[in-house]
């Protein structure tokens, strides 16, 4: 397990689920800042309104001219009983007269009613400037990225706490597997030697051949684990395969396991197909599913496998049993997942497929149901693909 990037993956689902959380709080506090600064800048404009009379009542007794305020944010005018301009400084037109505070679009414009014949005959005077909620979203979007960046780094941080005592576990027990592994392989490799030198002196009989094919069942788990333990670590270089001659290897390879049950093994294998990939790989691709349609096949049943060709220049690579079948197609390519688990095996054979096939850009479909059996089709892209010239 790479438990770093374990980290990493839970730490982003974990960080996303806080922030989805955290939106509605979130948006609820933007709308109340909003209306805060609403509120805000309609007390400002209100000042500035009171400035303005103040400076108006003031020129009534001192100055003979008046010099009309401006100001750098804020803009104001002056309106008669008919909401026509006596002077303004306001570009936009005002649509609404009412005393108060307006806001139309990006412009808010306070409205003071004021009494006739006393401001150089104005009834209305209205002072506007531009709303810019920038500071508010800048400081939501602050808090937001603080909370998010806080919740992923804890996350990391917890996450990798609670996993130290699972980490030691999976270390131990991957030692232990490739300890294991490294034993199995010396007596099992013995088993078949012996097997084959006392079937070559004193010929073969039903009791050699169920320990052979009880010997290739092991074989194939060890070599399953095997590859569990190395995919990793090891870069699988590719290789132009003879699928024919590969395919009817492997199916004389596992012939003796299917007799057990006197299962048929039947080909149907297009001649002069190529394919470019790591031989290794398709091995364990093509023999975790002969292994599974004998292991899920009734007794003296028939398993087909095809290849043939496609028109647009792809591969198709079926495998077809008589057996059992299949429940829950969804969850067979699992690791350690098992539907029948009286017919033995760890659940890691089609765990294994599924990870080669994805990184091959193999298309697959299953069509199975319960007892009538299972059908597994493997699509190669047609760039890994070649013929026999």
Do not use: W
């Not at 301009?85 to 679009?105: N, R, T, Y």
């Amino acid at each position: 397990m790479r438990d770093k990037n374990y980290a990493l993956r839970y730490a982003y689902i974990y960080t996303a689920f806080v922030a989805a959380i955290l939106l509605a709080p979130l948006l609820f506090y933007t709308l109340h800042m909003r209306s805060m600064y609403e509120i805000k800048n309609e007390v400002e404009l209100k000042k500035k309104a009171h400035l303005i009379i103040k400076l108006m009542q003031e020129h009534g007794v001192q100055k003979e001219y008046f010099e009309y305020p401006r100001f750098a944010t804020f803009t104001s005018g002056l309106y008669d009983l008919r909401q026509k301009k006596l002077f303004s400084l306001i570009d936009e037109a005002i649509v609404d007269f009412k005393e108060g505070c307006h806001i139309e679009g990006e412009s808010a414009y306070y409205v003071m009613e004021l009494p006739l014949g006393k401001y150089f005959g104005a009834k209305y005077l209205v002072v506007a400037n531009k709303l810019s909620y920038y500071e508010v979203y800048e400081k939501s979007m602050l808090i937001l990225l603080s909370i998010v960046v806080l919740v992923f780094f804890l996350s990391i941080f917890f996450l990798n706490r609670f996993a130290s005592p699972f980490q030691e576990v999976n270390k131990r027990l991957d030692h232990f597997i490739k300890d294991s592994i490294h034993e199995i392989n010396t007596p099992l490799s013995i088993i078949n030697l012996n097997i084959d030198l006392f079937t070559r002196k004193q010929g073969s009989n039903k009791y050699m051949q169920r320990i052979k094919a009880s010997a290739k069942v092991l074989s194939n788990i060890y070599n399953d684990m095997d590859y569990l333990i190395k995919y990793e670590r090891l870069d699988f270089e590719k290789e132009r395969i003879d699928m024919n001659h590969f395919l009817h290897e492997r199916v004389e390879y596992f012939t003796e396991v299917a007799s057990m049950k006197a299962i048929t093994l039947v080909c149907d294998i297009e001649d002069g197909i190529f394919l470019e990939m790591n031989p290794k790989q398709f091995g364990r691709l093509v023999d975790n599913n002969l292994s599974n349609a004998i292991k899920y096949s009734y007794e003296q049943g028939t398993i087909e496998v095809s290849l043939h060709l496609l028109e647009d220049g792809r591969c198709m690579l079926s495998f077809k049993d008589s057996g059992i079948g299949i429940e829950d197609v969804d969850k067979i390519f699992s690791r350690y997942y098992r539907e029948n688990r009286q017919t033995g095996g760890f659940g890691i054979g089609l765990n294994i497929v599924s990870s080669i096939i994805k990184k091959a850009n193999i298309e697959i479909k299953v069509d199975s149901a319960p007892k009538k059996g299972a059908i597994f089709t493997y699509i190669f892209p047609k760039e890994n693909i070649s013929t026999a010239i």
